[in-house]
C-alpha cells in the first residue's frame, strides 16, 4: 500500500519541470502541431517510414540504406536523416529512461 501511495504522490507532482527532457521537447509538448501531416508525397512517406524504422539504429544506417535506394532510384527525393529531424514534421521522438532507478 505505501508503494501505490508512494506512486500516486509522484504522479500527482510530475511536472515538465522537474524532468530531464530538453526545452525543444518541452515546447513541442506544450504546442502540440495541430494540422494533420499529409503524406501524399511518396518520397517524404518513405523517409518517415525509413526514420521510424531504424529509430534504434545509427543516423549510418539511415544514410547508408537511403545511398541504396537513392542509387536504385536516383529521381527519388528521401530526405537525409538531418533534413528529416530538422523538420519535427511528426512530432515524434524517443525518450529513453530507466525506470528502475527510481
Known sequence: MRTT???I?????ATLENTDIDEETKDRLRNPVCE???LDDKDLALSIELYLATENASRAVYEGIRSA???DSPTRKILSHAELA???LT???????DITQA
Open 5 to 7: 501511495m508512494e506512486f
Open 36 to 38: 494533420q501531416l499529409s
Open 91 to 97: 512530432g515524434i521522438s524517443s525518450m529513453k529512461d
Open 86 to 88: 530538422a523538420k519535427r
Open 9 to 13: 504522490r509522484l504522479v500527482k507532482a
Open 69 to 71: 535506394l537513392l542509387r
